[in-house]
């Protein structure tokens, strides 16, 4: 019994965060197939998460950039704020250069989109658990692309003006989304959502509530794989 529980313990234990059942359980399968890790638990809401880590004592998280009803660049910050020492793992459909600057920046060290392979994310696992940062190649790409080029071709698209709730804003209108439906996803006022309209169009330089929405919507489907919007029928397993 010593000898099992030794190498019990000596797994990395990771958390599973995402709110669709279907990705938890491959994901699930995944990691307990590997010799040297195991799933301590999942979580589908950002309550969950918080009520897993606190529990758990995870070495690691797999997590969703975009929980429904959470913003995952807030969460981030929030959980590297009380646990430094926890190590944060991407995995998303959101794939946008801006994003993965974003979640770097707020304390994650690795980024994997959600079509990527199963060894593709069980070496990013492995590498964010000793520290170092993982990107794909391609993200790699877009994120150095992002450091060196001009700003982006499209109108008003210099988004490091935003805020992190601005650019889901954005994200949220460009997946057609209304100010009230917004309002009720993000749990803030109508009035709170339309200040932050507002603040978008001002920073990019959008004459109207119509360019904004046009912006959104042409931004969105050229750099960001929207996820299901809550309420919505997902595929199953699809991410």
Known sequence: MGSGTANCISKARILIADDHPMLRSGLRCLIENQADMMCCAEAGTAEEIW??????????????????SSDGLDLIKGLKARHPGLRILVLTQHAAS??????????????????EGAEEIVTAIRTVLVGDVYLTRGMAALFLSRIVRQPLDTVGADFDQLSDRELHVVQLLGAGLSTRQIATQLNLSFKTVETHRENIKRKLGLRGAAELVHFAVRWAGEHVALAPLAGRETVPGKA
Do not use: H, M, S, T
Not at 98 to 115: D, N, P
């Open 51 to 68: 009520q897993a880590v606190e529990a758990q004592a995870p070495d690691l998280i797999i997590l969703d950039l975009r929980l429904r």
């Open 98 to 115: 801006v994003y993965v600057e974003r979640a770097l920046k707020a304390g994650a060290l690795g980024f994997v989109a959600k079509e």
